[in-house]
């Protein structure tokens, strides 16, 4: 069985300052691991991958996480947020064989001006 | 590409009623979930096909829940009879086993009344 614990629920931030959504999962296996965004009354998007390869990944918006497996770590990083990135983010695991997704309950981003 | 298509997007019924969401995956995707969210619970995979096979239906509540998927394009969730707790938004996605990372639709909010 494999589970995700994003570590906060809200994070409020000012605009242009850096910001850190943190993710933990758990897995008996070899995992992929996935960052997805939500905004308003949407569905959600893929944001970034961690497949395999380099442990670093990043999305075209400015977002980069990186797969610490000693940490069972996934966390989400921005240098520099803007208004447009308020959005509740999620972080999900797959594992092995098993092709379905577990999420995380999500952390919610809100950045003032 | 039209993503992929959820209808209705929103749904209010009375308790006891019949309900039937409905989703149209991307082309060429074999793999279909259907995901239930919740501010209690978050995201819930219910049930996912691969090929129009259903292979894990672990997550769906009860038998008052159904799922079908008689071919490619399309798919149903039905709910009979449904109960105010079954208010939710209720996500479809799609997959394909060459690319991770799924697709999701906007989302049908339904609420029993």
């Known amino acids: 069985a494999q589970s995700v614990t994003q570590l906060d629920s809200q994070v409020p931030v000012f605009e242009e300052a850096p910001v850190e959504l943190r993710c933990n999962y758990s897995?008996?296996?070899?995992?992929?691991l996935f960052w997805y965004v939500q905004y308003p009354n949407q569905g959600l998007q893929l944001l970034l991958k961690y497949l395999s390869g380099s442990t670093l990944v990043k999305s075209i918006n400015g977002f980069e996480a990186e797969f610490n497996k000693s940490q069972t770590s996934f966390h989400l990083r921005k240098p520099s947020v803007h208004i447009s990135d308020t959005a509740e983010y999620f972080c999900a695991v797959s594992g092995g064989s098993n092709y379905k997704l577990t999420f995380g309950k999500g952390t919610l981003l809100t950045v003032n001006p | 590409d039209a993503g992929v298509i959820q209808s209705p997007r929103h749904e209010v019924t009375e308790m006891g009623q019949e309900v039937t969401l409905r989703c149209k995956p991307i082309?060429?995707?074999?793999?279909l979930f259907w995901y239930r969210q919740t501010m209690m619970r978050g995201l819930e995979l219910l049930i996912y096909f691969n090929n129009n096979v259903p292979i894990d239906d672990s997550g769906m509540p009860e038998d008052r829940f159904s799922a079908k998927m008689p071919n490619a394009s399309f798919s149903t969730l039905k709910i009979q009879p449904s109960e105010p707790r079954d208010s939710a938004v209720y996500f479809c996605?799609?997959?394909?086993?060459?690319?991770?990372?799924?697709?999701f639709g906007s989302g049908t909010r339904l609420t029993v009344v």
């Open positions: 996605a799609s997959s394909n086993t060459a690319n991770y990372g799924y697709t």
């Open positions: 897995s008996s296996v070899s995992v992929y």
């Open positions: 082309s060429g995707h074999d793999y």
